[in-house]
């Protein structure tokens, strides 16, 4: 079925370390979004990336999307305590005008001051 | 406040009963989505509506879920006869389509708990 697979699952660094996780679909897709959930939080909305290599900065944190459309990754530069909370990749397979949104597991990132 | 909103914030209730769940979209958002998420897992797609209509439905839903959203604005998400394995974050969350940014903003969420 559709999946969209993240790793890795967990990230443990100092701060000032940079830290990636990385998205896989087995399936091209019309776009992928990224969210951040802070502990007891929901997820909130980071980015969306739509075109084939597109790549994203936001301040420290950097979004890519694969030739292939079927990858993505985000990286973080120079990570601070604020960063800390599980990053979600979510994919659409298909067609763009669906609005089935498919996530990964998450990488959940803990930052050691 | 004008984002989404869901009610109850938690539930507790023995196997067997049937709960619901509403949800309360921001205002000028036609999209709204359900998803259901347990701990260390992402969200896990269930349905989402267009309006009142609601175009799709996870094959992994069993019969026992039933959503309505019948004005296309508040939805409701009902669970009959309800199993441990039911036991979860329900996350609402609404979008406008087609636009460049289609982001989904959820809504704190309904914890069920099935005792």
């Known amino acids: 079925g559709q999946q969209v697979m993240q790793i890795p699952q967990y990230q443990h660094v100092q701060e000032g370390e940079d830290f990636t996780t990385y998205c896989n679909s087995s399936t091209t897709l019309s776009n992928i979004q990224w969210y951040k959930q802070r502990p007891g939080g929901h997820p909130v909305f980071l980015i969306q990336l739509v075109k084939s290599g597109e790549v994203k900065k936001q301040k420290r944190l950097t979004f890519q999307f694969g030739e292939a459309k079927k990858n993505s990754s985000l990286h973080i530069t120079a990570t601070q305590t604020t960063d800390v909370g599980t990053y979600f990749c979510?994919?659409?397979?298909?067609?763009?005008?669906?609005?089935?949104?498919?996530f990964g597991q998450g990488t959940t990132l803990q930052v050691k001051p | 406040d004008t984002g989404v909103s869901q009610d109850p914030r938690h539930k507790i209730t023995k196997r067997g009963q049937n709960v619901t769940f509403r949800c309360d979209p921001i205002s000028e958002h036609n999209r709204l989505y359900w998803y259901r998420q347990t701990l260390g897992q992402g969200p896990e797609f269930l349905t989402y509506f267009q309006n009142e209509a609601q175009l799709e439905k996870s094959r992994l839903l069993s019969n026992r879920f039933s959503a309505e959203r019948p004005k296309g604005s508040f939805s409701t998400l009902e669970i009959q006869r309800t199993e441990q394995g039911d036991s979860a974050m329900y996350l609402c969350?609404?979008?406008?389509?087609?636009?460049?940014?289609?982001?989904?903003?959820f809504g704190s969420g309904t914890q069920l708990s099935v005792l």
């Open positions: 979510a994919g659409k397979h298909g067609s763009s005008n669906t609005g089935k949104l498919i």
């Open positions: 969350a609404s979008s406008l389509p087609f636009s460049t940014n289609e982001k989904l903003f």
